[in-house]
């Protein structure tokens, strides 16, 4: 998805969560908490870790915990801003923003801190290393397979390295959150953390999403991907199926929601296939469009590789939109197999459940309808208090204080 409409626009929030979040921090004493983060919500390759991370620092700042987001420089953006509350500090760059934020924050440049919230996004910032005290970290998922899609041999070699040999034992101590079963089961199996040092707290959906009024009528095949145009969501792999869906279903399009560096690479792939008639490419889409367009859909489906969860596939049912989408760590919690969407193993079976769900109107019904019930489990509110107990749970008996009683 492109940055334009992730912003999370203000909603009304609840008291009674508010209320909650402000008396967990302050049983906790955690009145001023960090976030280190590889990108900010307003980097043009923002994705669902960044509103995952904006849609708490902004209930935590409503709570009144006062919290300082750390990430990197993004292009056409203030070093220093405030949004919703709380306050981003983007400096360095890409890769220099580790050891950057690191540095400042032993050398306590942005302020003294009761808590800190380490989102590791591929590359850590090491945060074991440097610092004591409360802190949980971030997970969405393992990397795996993403390190060769999208960096050369060598530097893919380094990354994977990295993640599965060189950080986990500085980081198995640590109290880790994920965002579904499936990811925590990869992150206890495949780097070997603790199964009970690592906590299940999956991201919500913004009351934005909703069906639209009116009884529910199964909409023609119309087709809706959404996500960054980048190797690991396999929008090509998504293309082919759907090619070969038109088989059964001639008239089924495909519209592709997002921008990203593949883009004119699906481009050239739509083209050489002939397929330029029934798929579309739609950038810079705003929050309304994005409801219309789950809304208008038959289905929303994702070839993706990895997900720690794959947000738009809650936000497509929470409007009454049901799922086809690979069968993957984060889609299968994602998705409510047989009640909410469909799971495939390989591309043909893609293809072949993106055919049945748009010829059989009985199952688009039943899909529509357990689509609506999965998606009303997940709040903001509900991973914001999740996330912040598992932070107040780390500030007792953890670490050594120094003399001013605050953590060093």
């Not at 038109?246 to 921008?259: A, E, H, K, M, W």
Request: hydrophobic share 40%; proline share 8%.
């Amino acid at each position: 998805m492109s940055a334009s409409h992730l912003i999370p626009d203000p909603a009304p929030s609840n008291p009674d969560t508010i209320a909650a979040l402000a008396e967990i921090a302050g049983r906790a004493g955690l009145h001023r908490v960090h976030l280190l983060s590889w990108r900010d919500l307003d980097d043009p390759e923002a994705g669902g870790s960044e509103v995952h991370a904006a849609m708490i620092a902004r209930l935590w700042a409503e709570a009144g915990i006062e919290v300082t987001l750390r990430t990197s420089f993004a292009a056409g953006q203030p070093p220093v801003a405030e949004r919703d509350g709380y306050r981003v500090i983007r400096r360095a760059g890409r890769y220099l923003v580790f050891p950057r934020a690191a540095l400042a924050e032993i050398a306590r440049n942005h302020g003294p801190r009761d808590g800190l919230v380490e989102i590791w996004n591929g590359m850590p910032f090491f945060s074991p290393v440097w610092t004591r005290g409360p802190k949980i970290i971030v997970l969405h998922h393992v990397h795996a397979q993403m390190w060769g899609m999208v960096l050369p041999p060598a530097l893919a070699k380094l990354g994977n390295s990295l993640e599965r040999r060189v950080a986990p034992p500085l980081y198995r101590g640590e109290r880790v959150v994920t965002l579904s079963e499936s990811s925590k089961t990869e992150i206890v199996e495949d780097l070997g953390f603790p199964a009970d040092r690592v906590d299940v707290v999956p991201p919500g959906v913004h009351p934005r999403f909703s069906p639209a009024p009116g009884p529910r009528i199964p909409p023609p095949p119309n087709v809706v991907a959404v996500g960054r145009l980048v190797p690991v969501k396999r929008f090509d792999y998504l293309i082919r199926a759907c090619t070969e869906a038109r088989r059964l279903v001639p008239d089924l399009t495909l519209t592709i929601v997002g921008s990203g560096y593949e883009h004119d690479k699906l481009d050239t792939l739509v083209r050489r296939m002939g397929n330029g008639d029934w798929v579309t490419f739609v950038q810079g889409i705003s929050n309304e469009e994005l409801v219309r367009t789950y809304r208008e859909a038959r289905l929303i489906a994702s070839a993706s590789a990895r997900e720690g969860w794959g947000m738009t596939l809650t936000e497509a049912a929470a409007c009454g939109t049901p799922a086809v989408a690979t069968r993957i760590a984060g889609h299968t919690d994602a998705v409510a197999e047989g009640s909410s969407g469909l799971l495939a193993d390989n591309e043909p079976d893609l293809g072949a459940a993106i055919a049945k769900v748009c010829v059989d109107d009985a199952l688009w019904t039943t899909l529509s309808e357990g689509a609506l019930d999965h998606a009303s489990r997940f709040t903001w509110d509900a991973t914001a208090l999740g996330v912040l107990t598992a932070l107040a749970e780390e500030t007792h008996g953890r670490g050594h204080r120094g003399r001013t009683g605050r953590w060093r």
